[in-house]
């Protein structure tokens, strides 16, 4: 078995060496999405809520290319340069898993790429 290259025109492009994701049996681990629009590799959302939002948009989009989705999700990573901004992520955050609930790690950081407020990554069950 090889490890299989997640590539979608509907999230944004790598900024760096990596993936968007990997593909390994039956799992998809999923890189850090940050508030990018795909169209134009810029950031998008004043606030967190809203970065948070385009966020999700992006780790759907990964998903979805790997043949998953968030009702599949068995763990995330956040990353926030303020903890003050729990409440909200996890308000847009808990749209997605309403009754599918993964396991979570939820990190405060000095700063992300670019200037984002928050990052989000995954691994999920294909």
Same mark, same amino acid.
């Given at each position: 078995?090889? *490890?299989?290259?997640? &590539?979608? +025109?509907?999230? *944004?492009?790598?900024? @760096?060496? =990596?993936?968007?994701? $990997?593909?390994?049996? %039956?799992?998809? =681990?999923?890189? @850090?999405?940050? !508030?990018? +629009? *795909?169209?134009? %590799? &810029?950031?998008?959302?004043?606030?967190?809520?809203? &970065?948070?939002?385009?966020?999700? &948009? %992006?780790? !759907?989009?990964?998903?979805?290319?790997?043949? !998953?989705?968030?009702?599949?999700?068995?763990?995330?990573?956040?990353?926030?340069? !303020?903890? @003050? +901004?729990?409440?909200?992520? %996890?308000?847009?955050? @808990?749209?997605?898993?309403?009754?599918?609930? *993964?396991?979570?790690?939820?990190?405060?950081?000095?700063?992300?790429?670019?200037?984002?407020? $928050?990052? /989000? +990554?995954?691994?999920?069950? /294909?």
């Amino acid at each position: 078995m090889k *490890p299989e290259i997640v &590539q979608t +025109d509907a999230a *944004p492009k790598a900024i @760096g060496p =990596y993936s968007q994701a $990997v593909k390994f049996g %039956n799992v998809v =681990y999923c890189s @850090g999405q940050i !508030s990018l +629009d *795909p169209a134009t %590799n &810029q950031m998008v959302g004043a606030t967190v809520a809203e &970065q948070t939002e385009r966020v999700m &948009q %992006n780790l !759907s989009a990964v998903l979805s290319a790997a043949g !998953s989705g968030f009702d599949r999700v068995l763990r995330c990573s956040i990353f926030l340069v !303020s903890i @003050g +901004d729990f409440a909200a992520v %996890n308000e847009v955050y @808990g749209k997605r898993f309403t009754t599918h609930k *993964p396991a979570r790690a939820t990190i405060a950081v000095k700063e992300l790429p670019k200037g984002a407020l $928050v990052e /989000i +990554d995954c691994t999920a069950a /294909i």
